[in-house]
């Protein structure tokens, strides 16, 4: 067997191994050069159109402002007037637990009122005052409410009976005492009505010439409240045969 030299094996080696990156370089740069630009859309093109960025301000975005909805103010309601005020009703039967007269206006000069209890009243002295049956109610004053006009007796003791007008305003269904005036002794009192703020009153008298017993006129009387008096106005007579 021919034996190489040992230089030629080794310049063999050194062209085998120069071959042998020259190819492995070759294919480098072979494949270098295949790979070209992509022609198809690139990975930020398609994030970019996906999720476009937003355009930037220059302050925080205001809040959306709600117009508040116009109030139409609610209808008032339909008013009605108010109704007068009801007054309560005086009757004669409240009279028997009246008080009759006051300290300004005393009657038979008794110092403060007299109170009646069932229609009477008896005092120390052995006075008799009664409550007598004629009776008018209506308004005197002018206030709308309806008063009474009653007519009481007192006895004293004697023979003589007498006779007085009283008048008490109503207040709240309340007799008020308010005023009186005297008929004088033994005069019976028949009839009592009111209207139109006056008070006509039927009463029995007698001429000047006759006795105390002797009664002879039926006398028709209208009375107007003044002050803490009853006011005779007017009266006629006519002539009365018991």
């Known amino acids: 067997m021919r034996r190489i030299p040992s230089s030629l094996a080794t310049l063999t080696m050194v062209c ?29 093109s398609v994030l970019s159109q996906v999720s476009p960025e937003a355009t ?9 402002v709600k117009k508040a909805a116009p109030t139409t103010p609610p209808a008032a309601a339909p008013t009605t007037a108010a109704a007068a005020p009801v007054k309560a009703p005086l009757t004669c039967a409240h009279l028997a637990e009246a008080r ?24 120390e002295d052995g006075a008799t005052v009664t409550l007598q ?26 023979s003589g009976t007498f006779y007085t007008l009283a008048a008490w305003r109503n207040s709240g269904g309340l007799p008020v005492f308010r005023a009186l005036t005297d008929l004088g002794d033994r005069t019976p009192v028949v009839s009592i009505s009111v209207a139109g703020r006056k ?5 029995l008298t007698r001429s000047p ?27 006629t007579d006519a002539p009365y045969n018991p």
């Open 100 to 123: 009759l007269g006051s300290s300004k206006t005393p009657y038979n000069g008794y110092p403060d009122y007299l109170p009646l209890a069932g229609g009477q009243w008896s005092g």
């Open 133 to 158: 049956k004629p009776c008018g109610i209506g308004d005197l004053d002018g206030d709308g409410a309806e008063d009474a006009v009653g007519a009481v007796a007192i006895k004293t003791g004697g």
């Open 199 to 203: 008070a006509t009153v039927v009463w």
């Open 16 to 44: 085998l191994l120069t071959a042998a990156c020259g190819g492995e370089q070759g294919g480098t740069d072979e494949a270098a050069s295949t790979v070209g630009p992509s022609t198809g859309p690139s990975t930020a």
């Open 209 to 235: 010439s006759r006795g105390m017993a002797e009664l002879d006129i039926k006398r028709t009387s209208v009375y107007k409240l003044s002050g803490s008096t009853l006011a005779e106005v007017s009266h």
């Open 56 to 64: 930037p301000t220059s302050g925080a975005p205001s809040p959306e």
